[in-house]
């Protein structure tokens, strides 16, 4: 059953303007939430992370928003660059186990 | 410092085969978990290791197993391969939870 749901498959932004990608999850008791992102042959490279004591995470270009009541999150990149280009997962933990994993997102930024 | 390193990146087996794959956390890492990536499923977890024990499991027959050493490396093993079992199968590690992941490269499994 899966608890954390990606459900747009693919993205594509054009360069210099805002990707945002989002996440669903159905268990409550998650308490941090990781974005990764992920290039072919390689394994996820962490990009930001948001407890759930929080709404907003900031760093750099990327921002995490977490809406609990909704059980909704979402990562904005901005502005979004060629290099962006990558699969992005959302994960979840519940006390610091397992990260359960959407099935990604595939952006695509175009010059 | 260095990475989180599987060995081999690369694996062809044939069906009914059996298969061990090796990860090596980074240098004090305790906690090692496996996750199997593959194109319909995502990242879907297996198991993780705490200090040699399975601390967490998942939802994967018993063909699926796993260990940790005593120097935290993790090995993983799969027996009686299926083609479904074609997959890249991903090792992480970090000090004591998963809020410190870091991910190896993988290793892409090809059964034949």
């Known amino acids: 059953d899966q608890q954390v749901k990606q459900n747009s498959p693919s993205l594509s932004v054009q360069e210099g303007r805002i990707s945002i990608l989002n996440c669903d999850y159905t268990n409550s008791m998650f308490d941090y939430f990781l974005w990764y992102k992920k290039y072919p042959a390689e394994g996820p490279t962490f990009l930001i992370s948001i407890s759930s004591i929080k709404d907003k995470n900031e760093d750099g270009r990327f921002t995490v928003f977490l809406n609990k009541s909704a059980k909704h999150l979402s990562l904005h990149i901005v502005p979004s660059q060629p290099g962006d280009s990558a699969v992005y997962f959302c994960?979840?933990?519940?006390?610091?186990?397992?990260?359960?994993f959407g099935k990604g997102t595939s952006l695509l930024v175009t010059p | 410092k260095a990475g989180v390193t599987q060995t081999p990146r690369y694996l062809i087996k044939t069906r009914g085969q059996q298969v061990t794959l090796s990860c090596s956390p980074i240098?004090?890492?305790?906690?090692v978990s496996w996750y199997q990536q593959t194109p319909g499923q995502g990242l879907q977890f297996l198991f993780e290791y705490f200090s040699e024990t399975q601390r967490n499991k998942g939802n994967f027959p018993g063909r699926f197993s796993g260990r940790q050493f005593s120097n935290s490396r993790s090995e993983m093993n799969v027996s009686t391969l299926e083609l479904g079992d074609s997959a890249l199968y991903l090792c992480?590690?970090?000090?004591?939870?998963?809020?410190?992941?870091?991910f190896g490269s993988g290793t892409r499994l090809t059964v034949v």
């Open positions: 994960a979840a933990s519940n006390s610091g186990y397992a990260l359960n």
């Open positions: 992480a590690s970090s000090l004591r939870t998963s809020y410190g992941y870091t």
């Open positions: 240098s004090g890492h305790r906690s």
